[in-house]
């Protein structure tokens, strides 16, 4: 699936955020972790801790903030990623990049897509990541576990995607990343 999903990224039209929009915004990355899962693959997810400035709790891609010393977005992936839960830089292929994405908190995310070359061992970093966990794509593709968030926010009703799995409820930024991404994993199982 990598190769298939790596032509469908580069063959299709990716919506970019303008300079302008950019220059408004915090400019950051996140990773969609492919880690090989019997004859499939998971997507790896975190859990951010109560601790963090923002979103406490709430269940994200790893990823961040852009910093000098990133020559690139896929770069602060994973350097991001790294740091978050201990995943190697050179223990993960790129595959593509998914459409970029403006979040409520003020950031310009690109999300990339990624797949783990070894099983990886994840070492969290505690102060930002209460937990790491692993869903199979067979699971996220479940209509079963698929449905709408809906959140009040400052007087406006936000709905996004959302998917369950265990406890987990994947919503908001990363649950429209992940019904991206699955749209495409979805047209690809079935051409």
């Known amino acids: 699936m990598p190769a298939r999903l790596a032509a469908a ?10 300079d302008e929009e950019r220059s408004q915004l915090r400019v950051g990355a996140v990773l ?16 951010r801790t109560e601790h963090v400035a923002t979103h406490k709790g709430q269940i994200a891609l790893p ?10 977005l896929w770069d602060t992936a994973l350097r991001e990623t790294c740091e978050e839960i201990g995943v190697h830089p050179a223990s993960v292929d790129c595959i593509g990049a998914l459409d970029d994405v403006a ?3 003020r950031f310009a ?23 790491v966990f692993e869903a199979p794509l067979a699971d996220l ?3 079963a576990n698929q449905t709408i ?4 926010q ?4 936000m709905v996004s995607p959302a998917f369950l799995f265990g406890s987990h409820v994947i919503w908001g930024v990363t649950g429209r990343i992940v019904a991206g991404f699955l749209e495409i994993v979805r047209r690809l199982r079935w051409d």
Request: glycine share 6%; aromatic share 8%.
């Open 149 to 152: 968030a809906r959140r009040e």
């Open 141 to 143: 593709l479940n209509p």
């Open 103 to 105: 979040t409520n908190s």
């Open 32 to 47: 969609a972790l492919l880690v090989p899962q019997g004859d499939d693959f998971a997507l790896v997810f975190t859990r």
């Open 63 to 72: 990823g961040g903030r852009w910093e000098p010393r990133d020559r690139t």
């Open 109 to 131: 995310l690109t999300p990339f897509v990624g797949v783990a070359l070894e099983r990886p061992r994840y070492s969290l970093q505690e102060s930002e990541v209460a937990e």
């Open 9 to 18: 990224l580069r063959d299709r039209e990716r919506f970019v955020l303008s």
């Open 154 to 157: 400052d007087g406006l009703v």
